[in-house]
T-cell receptor
Framework: DVKVTQSSRYLVKRTGEKVFLECVQDMDHENMFWYRQDPGLGLRLIYFSYDVKMKEKGDIPEGYSVSREKKERFSLILESASTNQTSMYLC??????????????FGSGTQLSVL | DQQVKQNSPSLSVQEGRISILNCDYTNSMFDYFLWYKKYPAEGPTFLISISSIKDKNEDGRFTVFLNKSAKHLSLHIVPSQPGDSAVYFCAATPSSGTYKYIFGTGTRLKVLA
């Protein structure tokens, strides 16, 4: 079965801390994504990666960076956490780029609270 | 600028009746569309998709309709069941170039028993 695993379900961090959110997929997908979900705003794309060491900014990259050293792992980094980064973070990977059967597979999410 | 819009934040439907969730998009480069369902504290799960070469796709109780000229798609759930109560997101992407999925803001469906 397809699996996208996010390392933590819940995290509580202090303002100014460096935060790492880890995501691993076991489907050999080229594309991986980080979204955040906030009430009334839907899912907003932070960063995505279409290959190892390749990344592109999404719609809201400010305050975040990413790392993709291996195909199966995509990390989201909050360099200096702020309270407005309190959110549900969702990692996803996608199959069959550019084909009709392409879809995103999501992890269970990490609820991050920054105090 | 919201490229994918779900203008109804919530919808309540009686069990057994039809649920219709709507989605509008503005970017004419979008040619592949997906619907996802999300329960609280879980990741979204894929429901159904449609490419712009079709105007309808069906999978069991779920049917998606695409009206390209109106840049509008809808998800029909028939019959609705209490387990369908969740937040539904539509998403759009171009099928070439960068595979950037843009999501709507979601519609919370409540199916009343």
């Amino acid at each position: 079965d397809v699996k996208v695993t996010q390392s933590s379900r819940y995290l509580v961090k202090r303002t100014g801390e460096k935060v790492f959110l880890e995501c691993v997929q076991d489907m050999d997908h080229e594309n991986m994504f980080w979204y955040r979900q906030d009430p009334g705003l839907g899912l907003r794309l932070i960063y995505f990666s279409y290959d190892v060491k390749m990344k592109e900014k999404g719609d809201i990259p400010e305050g975040y960076s990413v790392s993709r050293e291996k195909k199966e792992r995509f990390s989201l980094i909050l360099e200096s956490a702020s309270t407005n980064q309190t959110s549900m973070y969702l990692c996803a990977s996608s199959s069959n780029p550019g084909t009709e059967n392409e879809k995103l597979f999501f992890g269970s999410g990490t609820q991050l609270s920054v105090l | 600028d919201q490229q994918v819009k779900q203008n109804s934040p919530s919808l309540s439907v009686q069990e057994g009746r039809i649920s219709i969730l709507n989605c509008d998009y503005t970017n004419s480069m979008f040619d592949y569309f997906l619907w996802y369902k999300k329960y609280p504290a879980e990741g979204p799960t894929f429901l159904i998709s449609i490419s712009s070469i079709k105007d309808k796709n069906e999978d069991g109780r779920f049917t998606v309709f695409l009206n390209k000229s109106a840049k509008h798609l809808s998800l029909h759930i028939v019959p609705s069941q209490p387990g369908d109560s969740a937040v539904y997101f539509c998403a759009a992407t171009p099928s070439s170039g960068t595979y950037k999925y843009i999501f709507g803001t979601g519609t919370r469906l409540k199916v009343l028993a």
